[in-house]
């Protein structure tokens, strides 16, 4: 019997700006942290770069239509702020911001609602050179920026995400140093995270103010996370990762202020400075805490904490999937997840309305010798996420659309092109586009607005 989704229910795809777009330098474009990041040896497993990637800046029409053949009713996209802001402030580059102009007519006109995050971690080199991230100023950048973009484009767009992730733009871009800029500084880390968060409630009522009743939110990486085991050792390691990953960013967003268990946690760790949280000003939680309209949320797959250190442990008792259920990322299937993630959000933090803005599965499958690709594992993967996105609904959660990661396979940033997350395939050597079973799949599901399970 087939699981229908709520009428108004939207099918989208995401993509991101530097993972898909190339054209680094074109056009007036400004260098950014990730051309710098991925031009500097050793840092992307491949050795690769986003310097042409899918091509997407020359290619928008062609996959604009690629859409509209797979009846896709909203596209995510992201802005590269060096594109339109090459120093990431001051002069404006027109022929950046003519680009995304056309994109937005050009999905309009296909009857595609643009949905445009703003940061996809791809800062400006010059804000990076100016202290990046950790310095407050990169906030107010970030605001100028964001008045820019809506007042151009709010006319048009009527769905805007500020920050996607902000946990890996801080966590991972400036203490694991895995992404650009490749930073190792806690410290560091913890500032960025709070000017990213100020940044985007700075940003909140610009646009709202240029794009008279749009839809305003942000987009965080949540995880389901549960201990291993009812050891007191692996719920305090639970706990503490739950704080750090979700909580760090929910908390001040639904006006909770910072989780008072992490903040002595970090200045136990020695991760802030003897004086404590000195980089937030008074007044900047009321920022962090403006209204939005929905909550994104990208979800991959669920994390089992276990504190194999301490001694007197208990027997693990939660066991992850087997072997076969893991993508080539090396994450875990783990669908059940999404349900109760987005439970807690509903009972926890009451979003008025939530939007899973990401989620998919790498897999490498590729042509067959008729040239069809039968991607029947991340067909799968996305039909048990949604069946879990439908049990959300029918209890009670404010989900009102998805978003698959991602229309193309794309540049997975430190591990190159290896990994392919598209439901449609990319042959890099010729750009040429062919729709996987899974993109297939999911156009007959957006024509039934549900699945058979
Ligand atoms: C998310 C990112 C997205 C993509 C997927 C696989 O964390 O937002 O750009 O890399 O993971």
Redesign the pocket.
Known sequence: MIRTFPDDFIWGV???AY?IEGAWDEDGKGESIWDRFSHTAGNIEDGSTGDVACDHYHRWVEDVALMESLDIQSYRFSVSWSRVLPQGRGQVNQAGLDFYSRLVDGLLEAGIMPCLTLY??DLPQALQDEGGWPARSTAEAFAEYADLMSRSLGDRVRFWITH??PW?AAFVGYMEGRHAPGMQDENAALRASHNLMLSHGMAVPIIRANSPGAEVGI?L?LSAAMPASPSAADYAAYRHFDGRLNRWFLDPLYGRRYPADMVASFAAQGWLSAEGMTFVQDGDLDVIAAHTDFLGV?Y?FREVLRDESAEDNLPRTLFVAPESEWTE?GWEVYPNGLYELLSRLHLTYRPPKIYVT?N?A?YSDGPDSTGRIRDQRRLEYLRSHLEAAHRSIQSGVPLVGYYA??LLD?F??ALGYE?R?GIVWVDYATQERTPKDSALWYRDVIGRNGFVP
């Open positions: 995401a993509t991101s993972q996809h971690w996607n992730e890996v987009t990486n990208n991959y990322m990401e998919g790498s990661w991602s794309n997975e940033w990994q997350f």
